[in-house]
């Protein structure tokens, strides 16, 4: 079974599900958790709380953990009844570290022999035979390659959640000697935000404060909190477009496609600013899971077929 994950810094997603990249361990099983998930001796829990950004994902087993609960999540959809799976997995790297850490993270998953764990008391085994790694970005507009292959330059704007990286498209192919990343993404942005709250306003708001203010939901916080929030949504907004334009990233003379969390929450800034000529967006934030498993699949249609 193919089986496509964005290992995002701010949330975890598949092509049928997303979820906060948090976890907790725990030495016995947790009573209340909704999900456990006992590997290697230790039980395992998500969270609402993200980990710390790591630009080496390698480093240690959390976010293979986190692997192994978009897997059981995915087997629980497909139906998948047997104990034990072959999977092959796609997964991504943003594209200034693809070739530097492409192998690495290839490496990471493949773990010799059988992978035994339990999900939600439901023993599960697999064995991961192949990985593929792609380039970020680009994987959220494979669907739409037709259309860009009649595009002579074009940018995809990925604004994640510690990063906004750009990969540039000559004729729909990527350039990857033209990609830039800067670590100005959502998550940078909270921060800052959470820090001038606490600072100005004596108050403690979360991620999803700030969040459910820039999308126009329903909060308790008083209006002067939410007028704050979004003056600094649109002053981080502005900085990124402007640290662009640093990059030889010019958006007044190149269409861009925008992708990422970031992008959804910019949206009306970005529309209407003179820095940005042509804009489209893609706001599933599943998009590269979905590139992921299209690349995938074509790969491995042409290796049966060799």
């Given at each position: 079974m193919l089986i496509a994950i964005d290992h995002g810094n701010y949330a975890i997603k598949t092509p049928h599900f997303s979820f906060i990249s948090g976890l907790t361990e725990h030495t016995v099983k947790p009573p209340m958790a909704e999900e456990v998930l006992e590997y290697n001796g230790k039980y395992w829990s998500l969270t609402g709380q993200r980990?710390?950004?790591m630009r080496d994902k390698t480093r240690d087993d959390r976010y293979f953990i986190l692997s192994l609960f978009a897997?059981?999540?995915?087997?629980?959809?497909?139906g998948a009844n047997t104990a034990f799976e072959q999977i092959d997995l796609a997964v991504g790297l943003p594209p200034e570290h693809y070739?530097?850490?492409?192998?690495?993270?290839?490496?990471?998953?493949?773990?010799?022999?059988?992978?035994?764990?339990?999900?939600?008391?439901?023993?599960?085994?697999?064995v991961i035979r192949n990985v593929f790694v792609y380039p970020q970005a680009y994987a959220a507009v494979v669907p739409q390659s037709g259309q860009?292959?009649?595009?002579?330059?074009?940018?995809?704007?990925?604004?994640?959640?510690?990063?906004?990286d750009v990969l540039l498209l000559r004729n729909g192919k990527p350039d990857l000697q033209f990609c830039r990343s800067l670590e100005s993404g959502v998550i940078t942005m909270n921060n800052d935000i959470i820090g001038k709250i606490s600072a100005q306003h004596d108050m403690r708001i979360e991620d999803e404060h700030i969040c459910a203010v820039?999308?126009?939901?329903?909060?308790i916080l008083p209006e002067e909190v939410k007028k704050a929030i979004r003056d600094a949504a649109q002053l981080h907004a502005k900085d990124i477009l402007g640290k662009l334009r640093e990059l030889q990233v010019d958006l007044r003379t190149n269409p861009a496609i925008f992708i990422g969390g970031g992008s959804v929450l910019f949206r009306p800034l970005i529309e209407h600013t003179p820095l940005v000529a042509k804009a489209t967006f893609i706001e599933d934030p599943k998009a590269n899971a979905i590139g992921y498993e299209m690349l995938a699949r074509g790969q491995m249609a042409m290796r049966a077929v060799q």
């Open positions: 980990l710390p950004y897997i059981a999540k995915e087997l629980s959809a497909a070739g530097m850490l492409r192998e690495r993270f290839a490496q990471y998953f493949r773990r010799f022999g059988t992978v035994n764990f339990a999900y939600n008391n439901r023993p599960m085994s697999i860009l292959l009649k595009t002579l330059r074009m940018f995809i704007v990925d604004i994640g959640g510690y990063t906004t820039l999308q126009g939901q329903e909060t």
